[in-house]
């Protein structure tokens, strides 16, 4: 079954710092990768999502990904306290969710 | 904009008793997903349905069956609830990827 860990399992950041979570995964037949954000008392919401090796941004959002190390990453610019949320990485093929990040963007 | 609903919001039951989940989604998806998240945030998959057949199923407790009429719902019954089955279940639809989860619905055992 696949394995999926994130890391690290919390954080505190000064606002408008760069975040950076990691996520690692075991099987590298997976094929989607993706991140989704959980604001307290709220239902997940998907990010941002990659399919092949490499970089994608999107506004102050990139997501990294390797496949040879089984690894891809989220990175957020210039943090604000509305970025602080539960962040849940994703592989497929069955979306498998790792154990979450929770961050504080601290004013 | 939502577009999976989820019935009731809120359930409180005692042991051993039977309880049943809704779950609509109007976005046209071909796959649909019963999810559980537990106290520590942690979650998991239980089941997903593609076009009405069961393609997922995570080793969850015999108790636990989904139900499905079409592929627009999703129904999650639990045949005689137990303690550790307080959380929140979260439904959610998707096609090519992307999951769109429900509100959730967080069930209390008592």
């Known amino acids: 079954q696949q394995k999926v860990q994130q890391s690290p399992e919390s954080l505190i950041v000064p606002e408008g710092a760069m975040t950076s979570l990691n996520c690692t995964f075991s099987d590298s037949a997976s094929q989607y990768f993706a991140w989704y954000r959980q604001h307290s008392g709220k239902a997940p919401k998907a990010l941002m999502s990659?399919?092949?090796?490499g970089e994608k941004e999107e506004g102050r959002f990139t997501i990294h990904l390797n496949k040879a190390s089984l690894h891809f990453s989220l990175h957020i610019r210039d943090s604000q306290p509305s970025d602080s949320a539960l962040y849940l990485c994703?592989?497929?093929?069955?979306?498998?969710f790792g154990d979450g990040t929770q961050l504080v963007v601290k004013p | 904009e939502t577009a999976v609903f989820q019935t009731p919001n809120y359930h409180v039951t005692q042991v051993g008793n039977e309880v049943s989940f809704n779950c609509k989604q109007t976005?046209?998806?071909?796959?649909m997903y019963w999810y559980k998240q537990d106290s520590k945030k942690l979650l998991k998959i239980m089941f997903s349905?593609?076009?009405?057949?069961?393609?997922v199923n995570e080793t969850v407790p015999r108790r636990f069956s989904p139900q499905s009429s079409d592929k627009a719902h999703l129904n999650l019954r639990i045949k005689s609830v137990e303690p550790e089955d307080s959380a929140v279940y979260l439904c959610?639809?998707?096609?090519?990827?992307?999951?769109?989860f429900g509100a959730g619905t967080r069930l209390s055992v008592l």
């Open positions: 976005l046209g998806h071909d796959t």
């Open positions: 994703a592989v497929s093929n069955r979306i498998f």
């Open positions: 959610a639809s998707s096609q090519g990827g992307t999951l769109y």
């Open positions: 349905y593609n076009n009405k057949q069961l393609i």
């Open positions: 990659i399919f092949s090796n």
